[in-house]
């Protein structure tokens, strides 16, 4: 019977389909960041290093996991035994075996993602006589994904199969120059035909977006900084064809955009801009025709010292109307207390005016650090402006000192936004509502900038259950927090005190439910 049972499995370990199942399970990810690429995590790691040992027939499937994801490209050169000594550049003293390359080309078309920032450096003849045994191929024929810094060698790493690239122009006292960046960029065009999302990181010292313009399958550009911005840079992003996605972060020292662009692809749908209030004011004006659905703004002083340019900030938001039939997201943030002067501040009202031109909104993000303190009326108008909204984030330095809002702001919103999962606003919880309101909303997380406030925290917890039963948190947040929100930390331990009360309360709540339901069952018997 055990012979009998060993036969049955070894027939059906003999199944790839089943040897790739068993081996999904041990591709798990220790990390989900984008940009550094996700590695193996380590016990799953030495798990598939000795499934690999186990059988030829394990050994295959095994490696193509092992060598999918890398964090360098020495491993791989090294199986090639290209380096013998390790040194600063990496050198090597003998010629490249022959059935070695071919060992390194069999294990180079496993690797479909490379990411490593602080790349080795290679010695210049080493990349030559690895460019003189590719004879034109690549170097890693099926890579998919790219997170590299610009270096000599990176030129051997683009592949047609290449859909995402994440490139990272070097801080060095004697970075690449521009004639070999654009050869690198001109490489990229007519080698990598498919490329879906291109980012790039650092002050790149050439014009990126008419470079790639022939790219017909781009998606997706990020340009986390830019030297300077111009009317014709825009046009090349806007005309790509299939582009959606589109982040620009413009220097303080930014000149204007002299005049509007006539585009005829508008394919654009989220626009990112880091700017300031002039430059930022400019690029909108190009994109009236364009049916953006997130926008997001993030405005930063010029660099004439000139803090806010309140003018300026009106025409940025003045350009609102022309997407208000598409915009779903927006968020606009700045950078420091500094951007806006205390003396230029608004009413909520008038600040959030050209938004409403936009009802569909579902996400609205402000980090406004002067001078507005809403009362319960305005966050009442904002409710029954935006009744879609799901995510809502109102980051204010209060005028006064404190917010005007009370707990009447919740019962607003828990009564007019039924699809609101994550609310992040300024509250005086110092006085509460006679009795709760006892309601089914399913907000997932509160959270109340500033302290507590109130002197009976139990009876506070008790309230927040009542009216949302559904919460996750109100200590955690998926949102980020303003630097310039002072106080944070001494306030989120009064809130754990809150929490904790909440989570009780919640407890208690569905303890009671459960024995209602089993004395129902025992009545009925």
């Not at 420091?336 to 409403?356: G, K, V």
Request: net charge positive; aromatic share 8%; with cysteine.
């Amino acid at each position: 019977m055990m012979q009998l049972r060993s036969d049955v499995t070894a027939r059906a370990l003999s199944i790839p389909e089943i040897v790739q199942t068993i081996l999904a399970n041990l591709d798990v990810l220790e990390s989900s960041d984008k940009r550094l690429l996700s590695t193996l995590r380590p016990d799953c790691q030495a798990a598939l290093a000795r499934a690999a040992q186990v059988c030829r027939h394990f050994s295959s499937p095994v490696l193509d996991i092992l060598w999918k994801r890398m964090r360098s490209i020495i491993p791989l050169l090294r199986v090639g035994g290209i380096f013998v000594e390790e040194s600063n550049p990496y050198q090597s003293h003998s010629e490249f075996p022959s059935h070695l390359w071919n060992r390194l080309e069999a294990y180079a078309r496993r690797v479909k993602s490379l990411g490593d920032y602080y790349p080795p450096v290679i010695d210049d003849r080493i990349i030559i006589r690895i460019a003189q045994h590719l004879r034109g191929k690549c170097l890693l024929p099926m890579l998919e994904t790219l997170a590299y810094t610009l270096c000599h060698h990176i030129q051997l790493l683009i592949s047609p199969s290449l859909r995402n690239i994440y490139i990272n122009y070097p801080r060095l006292p004697h970075p690449p120059e521009i004639w070999w960046v654009l050869d690198f960029l001109h490489a990229l065009k007519t080698d990598s035909p498919l490329l879906e999302r291109f980012a790039c990181f650092g002050p790149w010292p050439c014009k990126i977006p008419s470079l790639l313009s022939g790219l017909k399958h781009l998606r997706s550009m990020r340009f986390h900084v830019c030297v300077a911005i111009e009317d014709h840079d825009l046009t090349a992003a806007l005309s790509l064809p299939q582009l959606t996605e589109l982040k620009l972060h413009a220097s303080s020292s930014q000149p204007q955009i002299p005049r509007p662009i006539q585009v005829k692809t508008y394919s654009s749908r989220s626009l990112m801009v880091t700017a300031n209030a002039l430059t930022t004011a400019d690029i909108l004006s190009h994109l009236k025709a364009t049916p953006l659905e997130n926008l997001e703004i993030a405005l930063i002083p010029a660099a004439n010292g000139s803090p806010g340019q309140p003018s300026r900030l009106r025409d940025c938001l003045a350009h609102i109307p022309s997407w208000s039939g598409s915009l779903h997201t927006f968020a606009m943030e700045y950078s420091a207390a500094s951007c806006i002067e205390p003396q230029n501040t608004a009413p909520l009202s008038r600040l959030l005016h050209p938004l409403r031109r936009a009802p569909q909104l579902q996400s609205l993000q402000i980090f406004y650090p002067h001078g507005i303190s809403p009362s319960d009326a305005d966050y009442l108008e904002l409710s029954l402006a935006w009744p879609q909204l799901q995510f809502l984030a109102l980051a204010f330095a209060p005028a006064g000192s404190k917010p005007r809002a009370t707990f009447l702001t919740l019962q607003q919103f828990a009564t007019r936004c039924p699809n609101l999962r994550s609310l992040a606003i300024h509250l005086d919880l110092s006085t509460l509502p006679p009795s709760p309101l006892i309601a089914s909303h399913q907000l997932q997380y509160l959270y109340i900038y500033g302290p507590v406030g109130c002197s009976e925290p139990e009876v506070l917890a008790r309230y927040l259950d009542a009216l949302f039963p559904n919460l996750h948190s109100t200590v955690e947040t998926n949102i980020k927090v303003p630097r310039w929100l002072s106080g944070e930390g001494r306030d989120r331990e009064e809130w754990t005190k809150v929490e904790k009360l909440r989570k009780l309360c919640q407890t208690a709540r569905k303890d009671d439910a459960e024995r209602r339901r089993l004395a129902e069952i025992c009545s009925l018997a």
